[in-house]
């Protein structure tokens, strides 16, 4: 019998952006990709990881499974990145393997970029070495990373969703388990596969199967995200944001970074970065505007977004991002819907002339503001190399020159992202006066994170006798160590630091008079 063919195979007619004149090869993927593996690199190698990077590789040491998943629901984020590094963190590998593990997945989702996303060479190239791909999303070492490359990966599965539907689940059951953003978008695909399944009749065996497998993912993710009896803070995480709506809209695309040598730029594009990049998301919707799909889902997820950046959690640039990635995604499977015939003007007339000239307008806005997401890179790349993130492994380094890991050390939360580096595993911490490594993430953990200086430094000398004190690192200077019985230990100077409540302070008790 004869089977029409799906909608969805069909192909457009319409150009979103203007052909390259020549197809993509492996060559132009080796020049791209190769450069940008040297500067991830170099740069990765100077990043000192701040603690949030630093909590899934102790927590993926130091945990058992169970352990894992009963955390996951406090910490707000699936299992799957943590699961990825427990066995290098559980077999002893030094702690940059991290770093290098989330290198090699941004460049496996920079490759699957430059090699099979249908947009102008322009593009992939000043996409690749934008602030995104090449610094927020590869450098800092966050879940995020999956969230790109299973985007890119399902993207590249696209035009074999119905034909190829299980390996396309797959990947959308991954990114069900990346973070929590990811649910979302995650949960949007599986909506816009389900309508598809719909119209072209097809809820039957693989494709019927695949569903079945994205659904599974997203249980697996919910049950995971379910908060435990005593989490953190009454219900799910909340913080509100309500700046968090203009800040991600203002660094989506075109991103802000501060010049020095040229007067009042910096200022002058900060303040005018919400209109500029509003003005490139209008030009990429008229370029999405014949393919509803697409263009329903880059609305809907950059509104589920941004409720979350404002209702709950609001992470600035990584989270901004976010919306820069899902606008890839609908321009590049947008290539896969077939052309809506609605306003489309005769050939030559006015308005068809006009038509043109404002989807060229917008391809070169684009342009625009990515040409500036590569240079808000460079100025990235150039601080992380010069300045310190975070001092942790500056301290991490004095104090295994002079043997002091071998000792007692009590500590405040925040220096946890030194402890990886450390021959000991744990600290004491004064923050929930107990010890440990990883963030626990109950409510005696959060109540405690902002105890002063002097109520965490009686807590020290309450618990440990005058003949056995610790070494103290806290994130803030104490009052009078002194008459605690303290002195503090001269310390790297914390110039140019990113993490500004990582220049810790450490205090050594005063050896008693004989």
Known sequence: MHQQSSPAAEPATDPLFPPDPRPTTAAFVLL?????ILITTFVAAHHEPWRDEADPWLVARDAS???????????????????????FAKLGFPYPTMQAIHLCLATAATAVFLAKAPLPKSIRVLTAFGIFLSYEYAIITRTYVLTVLFLFAIAARHPKRLTHPLSYAALVFLLFNANPHSFFLAGLITLIYFDELLTTRSFHGRPLAALALMLSGALLAFLQLLPPPHPQLPGWLTARTPDAFDYAIGHSVLVPFPVTFIPYF??????????????????CTLLLLRRPKALLLFYASTACLL?????KWFGELRHAGLIFLMLLFCLWTARDEPERQWLVFAAGSSADRADRFLRRLSYGALLIGLAFSCLAAAVEWTRDVRYPYSTSRQVAQFLRANNLDLKPIAATFEAESILPYLRCHQFWYADTQRYGSYGSWDRTFVQNRLAPPAELMSRVTRHFPPRQRPLIIFRRPAPDPEQQGYRPIPTAPDFGIRMTDEAFFLYEPIPPTP
């Open 65 to 87: 499974l169970p352990q894992l998943f009963h955390l996951t629901g406090r910490i707000g984020t699936p299992a799957l990145w943590y699961l990825i590094l427990m066995p």
């Open 307 to 311: 409720y979350i950046f404002v209702y």
């Open 32 to 36: 791209v990709l190769i450069p940008y």
């Open 266 to 283: 910096p200022e002058y594009l900060e303040d005018r970065a919400f209109a500029l990049n509003l003005a490139i998301l209008a030009g």
